[in-house]
């Protein structure tokens, strides 16, 4: 079974500074799909980026930009120029052709002013 | 656009009653999916739905069934809710050809 670790219980960040939140993932898949998802204190999940594993270019969504180490099974998030807004838990996900995400544990990320 | 909600928004009920918490999606999306969400935890998989009438257990579905007659509505109902079954709820949907999964506010369910 496909399993997802976010190493990071919490992060903070700086207002305006750059951070980065960790995702590792194994799965035995060549063909899959990488996910980081934020949930404000709303609870709402709201996709930030996507990546799909066979493409070796890393996906960058405005502020938002993702370093994909296939070789080493790794998804980590960059967020830059962090904003109050940004304050969220972020949970990494992945899936293949199975149809099921399967989820990290989440990052608690707090931006101070 | 409404895209994909849910209800109720929050639910309180005891031991032994049967609740349905509904999902309704207006994209016309053919996947649908039940996750379960509990306190400090990433979501997981209860039941999941291809098309109408096409419905397959996920990570966690024991105590739940679901339906799905029409494509724009998943409901899962708890048969018999325990305590253990307090959670939040979010229903998401997806695209045939597309594996991002879209997600609905989330219901959140106490049994007393």
């Known amino acids: 079974a496909q399993t997802v670790t976010q190493s990071q219980p919490e992060m903070s960040v700086q207002e305006a500074e750059t951070v980065t939140l960790s995702c590792t993932y194994d799965?035995?898949?060549?063909?899959?799909?990488l996910f980081w998802y934020k949930q404000p204190p709303s609870r709402q999940m709201i996709l930030v980026i996507r990546?799909?594993?066979?493409?070796?270019q890393n996906a960058t969504e405005n502020r938002f930009s993702v370093n994909f180490q296939k070789a080493a099974k790794s998804f980590s998030l960059k967020i830059s120029d962090s904003q109050l807004g940004d304050a969220a838990m972020y949970f990494c996900?992945?899936?293949?052709?199975?149809?099921?995400?399967?989820f990290g544990g989440g990052t608690r990320l707090m931006v101070k002013p | 656009d409404a895209g994909i909600t849910q209800s109720p928004r929050y639910k309180i009920t005891e031991t032994g009653r049967q609740v349905t918490l509904m999902c309704h999606q207006t994209w016309s999306h053919s996947y649908m999916f039940w996750y379960r969400q509990d306190l400090g935890h990433g979501l997981r998989l209860i039941y999941y739905?291809?098309?109408?009438?096409?419905?397959d257990k996920g990570e966690v579905p024991d105590g739940y069934v679901v339906s799905r007659s029409k494509t724009e509505n998943f409901p899962l109902t708890l048969e018999s809710a325990t305590r253990s079954q307090t959670s939040v709820y979010f229903c998401a949907s997806r695209t045939t050809y597309q594996e991002t999964q879209y997600f609905g506010p989330g219901t959140r369910l106490l049994v007393l």
């Open positions: 739905s291809a098309a109408a009438d096409i419905t």
């Open positions: 799965t035995s898949e060549s063909d899959y799909y």
């Open positions: 996900a992945y899936t293949d052709a199975g149809n099921m995400l399967t």
């Open positions: 990546q799909e594993a066979y493409k070796q």
